[in-house]
């Protein structure tokens, strides 16, 4: 089909469409423009639509009582953390300030990429209070409300000096910081002390469970099982929806979603924190929980509580893979802190079976005994032992080397 066809056929159809907006009743359309819209915010949610020097946008408030519990958990409990309880977690950035200053923060986004073209449609920010737990929402109805949203998510947050979220040194205020600038707003997250949970739960939760995403925790460690709830990746195509639609009733579990993903954050602050805070009384009896904390203290500097920690954790139980790892760790530490003859014993330990630090364990066995006891023979038997293992040219050359120390401290035969 040429140019001039595609053209015709383009006006045709264009023709067909005025025809049928052009014998709509009159009386119809003003019925139309001065009835509410039916699926308006505000049917769903009990909020405002808040004026700002910016325009408006939509906020709603949501309290989860104090009398209430999120799983094991009472939410009563979260007006008594200390004032310092997120020093240790945050290497001392955190002030010492009460539970009211701290801000807890998620966002639901356009995309899960990020980028400059993705958007924070709704913003939560947590906040303890003497009543339990309020999660205040913030809500654009299209994108043109984006700077009364970021305008007014400024003017909260000057009522805290603690940001804590989840991922969000990697995503949400990123992105965030990205929406004021595009803006020309200044992003107020410059002043706050902000503490990213979600390497504190990494370190403690890695390696027990096979997730460490929110959602998972929550249903690991508080017994949560969310009903109806609707899958992160999906929120975006409900909000595109809303936005062709004005059909607010699809966003009430994304609402619903945002509020207790920020909940779950609140009381994971309430577990989290308190391992680093005081690791050598942490709460945990898990030995996987133990071993993550333990290789935060070693990583810190501080040997002698890591190796306290890998002792525990090896008397609660281990997977195999995870308990000859961290005998290994044991070994190590136990060298490095003098502890010679406790390393030698952990070493043969790993020496004696199969497993994968099975030919590291004997050089080390070689080490040792080459350079704190002169025992050569016994070097080379260790050496020998891990050769038969793993042929390489290290063991090569160190084989070599105790066959001639060995060779030299051997009596001269005797001549008849």
Known sequence: MDIQKQLEELRR?????????????PSGDRRARSAPRRY?????FDGTVVETPHGSHFETERLFARHRRHGSMEISELEQLPPDLLSAISSGEAPTVPAERWAFLDTETTGLAGGSGTYAFLIGIGRITPE??????????????????????QEHLRAFDVLITYNGKTYDIPLLET????SRLRPPFGRL????????????????FDSCRLVDLEYQIFGVERVGDLPGEMIPYVYFEYLRNQEAERLVPVFHHNAVDILTLACLTGIVPFAFRSPGDAPLSHGAELVGLARWLRQDGQLAQALALYRRAVEAGLPDDLLFRTLWDIGLLEKRLGN?????TVFTDLGSCRNPF??????????HYEHREKNYPMALECTQAALEIEDT????????????????????????
């Open 179 to 182: 929406r004021y600038r595009m």
């Open 340 to 344: 010679y003859e406790a390393a030698v």
């Open 132 to 153: 339990g737990f309020r999660v205040r929402q913030f809500f654009m109805r299209d994108y043109g409300e984006e700077q009364s949203l970021l305008h007014a998510v």
């Open 358 to 367: 099975r030919v590291q364990a004997l050089e080390e066995l070689a080490k």
């Open 13 to 25: 159809r264009i023709a067909g469409i005025d025809r049928k907006y052009s014998n709509a009743s």
């Open 193 to 208: 002390a902000h503490v990213d949970l979600l390497f504190g739960a990494r370190r403690l939760w890695k390696l027990r």
């Open 393 to 416: 040219p290290q063991l090569r050359h160190r084989a070599a080397r105790l066959e001639q120390k060995t060779a030299a401290r051997s009596p001269a035969p005797r001549l008849l």
């Open 40 to 44: 308006s915010i505000e049917r769903y």
